[in-house]
């Protein structure tokens, strides 16, 4: 009897043991993870919710020249992958999730522990919604992710010097719509590892045919942002630009950015230029002049998702505050 009791006991904390190895090595790879919770969530999901898997793989050969003198290499240009699950009730409310994480293509590695490009919980209507957790952040959606014409603010060609304040995690966002108008505000927590204070972010984007506007605003106690984005299409023609204004994000004071670019598509091509430039912070030595940032990009369309494309951009950072640099690079970029 006792001998029964004995095996009955072991087994269990065997296989208690065992669940848990199993879970441990599953969070330490985070693609394992995240292909098992695809997995789960395929099986789990009533008939009334949607779901999507996306993602993103832009992989380039460059050749940089930076501090350390050039070399060659092949990159990873912000590869991603995504799920998002949306259910409606029959009273017309919504809930779900949007997880994503970023991995470098060319090692197949993530970049981050778990989903590290957003974990958001919401709930709401077509019209208003309530997100928390890790939320984009709505000056990078709406102002420098939509002036980076030629590769979507990625890569080495990157906007290096907007001023973000607001952070991805420890967020909740409030988001309406009404017609072509949009606003959002967002609250997020303390963060001892960045300023040690609370911090808030709102966003109004106004929205037609061939045009966009936006305006942005995010501060933190000790640091601001103010930015103001436009948009134009005509024809083959699109024309994007930003104003910011901010205060102590990469030096002491204050500081004045702007950015535009231009595209012109000629069926499946596109060209590109995007120039930048920034003022010096009021507390910088005497004698710096800023910084500017340049590219030129030609892309050509394969499919409605994939491309290949060309680049050469630099950043010429006089105040040693974003980092000289240059490069060429031609990548492939592919969406599913």
């Not at 959606?141 to 890569?155: E, K, M, P, Q, Y």
């Amino acid at each position: 009897m006792w001998l029964h009791i004995f095996c009955c006991r072991w087994h269990f904390w065997w296989d208690r043991w065992r669940a848990s190895i199993y879970w441990m090595s599953l969070r330490s790879h985070p693609l394992i993870f995240a292909a098992v919770l695809t997995l789960a969530l395929l099986f789990a999901l009533p008939a009334s919710a949607d779901l999507q898997l996306y993602g993103r793989l832009n992989v380039s050969v460059e050749r940089r020249t930076e501090a350390g003198g050039p070399r060659f290499q092949v990159g990873d240009n912000a590869s991603r992958f995504g799920i998002m699950e949306v259910e409606r009730t029959r009273s017309g409310l919504e809930s779900g999730v949007h997880l994503e994480m970023g991995f470098d293509a060319t090692t197949g590695k993530p970049y981050g522990s778990g989903f590290d490009r957003g974990a958001e919980l919401f709930f709401g209507t077509p019209n208003v919604k309530l997100s928390m957790g890790s939320v984009g952040s709505t000056a990078y959606l709406a102002i420098t992710d939509v002036v980076s014409l030629h590769n979507h603010d990625t890569g080495i060609s990157s906007d290096a010097l907007f001023a973000h304040v607001e952070p991805l995690q420890h967020k909740m966002v409030v988001t309406l719509h009404a017609d072509r108008w949009t606003m959002q505000a967002a609250s997020w927590r303390a963060d001892p590892m960045v300023t040690g204070r609370a911090g808030t972010a709102y966003l109004l984007a106004w929205t037609r045919p061939g045009m966009s506007l936006a305006l942005s605003s995010g501060q933190d106690g000790v640091r601001y942002e103010r930015s103001v984005r436009g948009l134009w299409q005509a024809g083959p023609l699109e024309l994007a630009a930003y104003v910011e204004l901010d205060r102590n994000v990469f030096g002491s004071g204050r500081r004045l950015l702007g950015r535009v670019a231009v595209a012109w598509h000629a069926g499946a091509s596109e060209f590109h230029v995007n120039v930048a430039q920034a003022s010096a912070y009021g507390g910088a030595l005497p004698g710096e002049r800023g910084a500017r940032q340049r590219t030129l990009g030609y892309n050509y369309n394969l499919s409605a998702r994939s491309k290949v494309y060309a680049l050469a951009t630099a950043v010429y950072d006089e105040g040693r505050l974003y980092g000289s640099r240059r490069a060429l690079a031609l990548g492939v970029r592919q969406n599913f």
